[in-house]
C-alpha cells in the first residue's frame, strides 16, 4: 500500500510542513454494521491544520503564485470562519504572506482563534445580512481585498485550482490506496472542490465509481439532485458541508445518489466512530459515514466503499462530544445511530423540535430528473467553510 506511513519511513525528516499535506491514511470501518460492504475512511484529519482543505489551500495559494496574482510581500484575502481559513493561515503563514479572513460574528470559536494563532488577522462581519450587502462576508472580503495593494481573493466557490488540489491528489491517492477497486465514494459539498475534484478523477480513471452526495438535511443540494428542482433552505447544525446555492465548482452532474442526513443522526455518527472505531472526527464526517451507512446497507451485493474524516473532531468538542450543548439542541448523548442500525426506536429530533423515525427518514435520492436554472450566488451564510 503506498499510504502515509510508508512515505513517512522513507523519508522521515521533511523539508517544511507543507509536505505533510495530503498522502492521508484510509482506515477500514470494521465495528460498525456495513452490511454486505467493505467500507474505507481516509483521515484527512491527519492534515497539518486538521482538514481536507489545506489540499486546496495549497493549490489554490500556487496557482496565484504562478500566474503573478500573489506576489512576494501579497495579501491572502477570503472569506472563511472553517478550514479554508485554517488551510490558508498554514501555507499563506509558511510561505511569508499576510493572510486576511473575513468571518462572519457566528463562527465557530475554536477555528477563528486557532487561525490568529497561526498570525492570520482576522475581521468579523455581521452573519444576519445576505448576499448583496456590504456587510455580508463574502462581499466585504471581495471590497477589502479591491482595497487592498497585493491582495489576492481566494474565492474558494470559482477558484479552478480548488477542485485541482483534489482531481491531482486525493481522487488518485483513493484508487491507488484501494488497489483500483472502488465502488462508490461518498463525500460532502461545501464549496465543491472535493465532489469535483475526485469525481473527475474516478471519472476517467476508474468509470464504475459511483460518486455518491451525503447533505444536511436542509441544505438546497440533494433536493436538487432529486428533483431538479432549487427548493428554500433550511438551518443545520453540521459544519463545512451543505448549500444554499449551487457552487460554481460543484458540478453535481457526477452524483448517483444524494441522502439528506439530520443533524442528530450526524452528530450520533461522529460520536459512534469514536467509541466503536477510535476515530476522532467532525460533525461532518458524521453526516458522511451516515451516508456511507445508508448506502452500504442498502447494497444486495458486497461494495468497496470510500469516505471521507473530512477534519479533526477537536475542533467540535464544545457541540458534537457535549452532552451539554447535545441536551440544548434535544438531542440524547446516548443515541447510538450507526451502532444500532436496525433499531426503530431512535428518534432524530429537528432544530424546530419536531421528531421523527430516523429509518423512514433514509431517502436515496437518484439524480433523474432534468435540472431547473442553478442559481450560482449565495443567498445567505450558512455554515463555515
Ligand atoms: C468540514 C468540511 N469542510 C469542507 C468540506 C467540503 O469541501 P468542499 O469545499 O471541497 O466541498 C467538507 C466535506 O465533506 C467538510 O466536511
Same mark, same amino acid.
Given at each position: 500500500m503506498d499510504g502515509r506511513l510508508s512515505g513517512a519511513t522513507v523519508r522521515i525528516i521533511m523539508a517544511s510542513v507543507l509536505d505533510l499535506i495530503g498522502n492521508t491514511p484510509l482506515v477500514e470501518v470494521t465495528r460498525i454494521d456495513r452490511g454486505a460492504c467493505r467500507l474505507f475512511l481516509k483521515l484527512e484529519s491527519a492534515n497539518p491544520s486538521g482538514s481536507l482543505k489545506d489540499r486546496p489551500a495549497r493549490t489554490m495559494i500556487e496557482a496565484a503564485e504562478a500566474d503573478g496574482r500573489l506576489k512576494s510581500g501579497g495579501t491572502i484575502v477570503e472569506a472563511t470562519a472553517g478550514n479554508t481559513g485554517l488551510g490558508l493561515a498554514l501555507v499563506g503563514g509558511r510561505k511569508g504572506y499576510r493572510t486576511l479572513l473575513v468571518v462572519p460574528d457566528k463562527m465557530a470559536r475554536e477555528k477563528v482563534l486557532h487561525a490568529k494563532a497561526m498570525g492570520a488577522e482576522v475581521v468579523t462581519t455581521r452573519s444576519d445580512v445576505g448576499k448583496g450587502h456590504p456587510d455580508y462576508y463574502q462581499d466585504l472580503a471581495e471590497t477589502i481585498a479591491r482595497r487592498t495593494p497585493g491582495a489576492f481573493f481566494v474565492n474558494q466557490f470559482a477558484n479552478p485550482a480548488n477542485p485541482q488540489a483534489h482531481e491531482t491528489t486525493t481522487g488518485p491517492e483513493i484508487l491507488r490506496q484501494m488497489d483500483g477497486d472502488v465502488d462508490a465514494i461518498v463525500v460532502g459539498v461545501g464549496s465543491g472542490g472535493t465532489l469535483t475534484g475526485i469525481g473527475r478523477f474516478m471519472r476517467d480513471a476508474s468509470p464504475k465509481t459511483a460518486m455518491i452526495l451525503a447533505d444536511p438535511e436542509g441544505s438546497v443540494l440533494a433536493p436538487y439532485v432529486e428533483t431538479g428542482r432549487m427548493g428554500q433552505a433550511g438551518s443545520w447544525a453540521v459544519e463545512g458541508i451543505g448549500e444554499d446555492f449551487v457552487p460554481p465548482n460543484a458540478d453535481l452532474d457526477l452524483l448517483s445518489h444524494a441522502f439528506a442526513i439530520p443533524d442528530a443522526e450526524s452528530f450520533a455518527c461522529a460520536r459512534d466512530l469514536l467509541r466503536a472505531e477510535g476515530v476522532l472526527a467532525g460533525s461532518s464526517s458524521g453526516t458522511l459515514l451516515a451516508a456511507a451507512l445508508r448506502y452500504c446497507r442498502a447494497q444486495a451485493a458486497p461494495k468497496r466503499v470510500v469516505s471521507l474524516v473530512c477534519d479533526s473532531g477537536a475542533k467540535y468538542l464544545s457541540k458534537v462530544f457535549n452532552p451539554i450543548f447535545l441536551a440544548q439542541e434535544g438531542? &440524547?448523548?446516548? &443515541?447510538?445511530a450507526c451502532a444500532r442500525p436496525t433499531s426503530r426506536t431512535f428518534r432524530s429530533s429537528t432544530r424546530a423540535g419536531t421528531s421523527s423515525a430516523w429509518s423512514t427518514r433514509a431517502t436515496c435520492w437518484p439524480p433523474s430528473s432534468p435540472r431547473a436554472t442553478i442559481p450560482t450566488r449565495p443567498l445567505r451564510a450558512r455554515s463555515s467553510r
Open positions: 438531542w &440524547s448523548p446516548s &443515541s447510538h
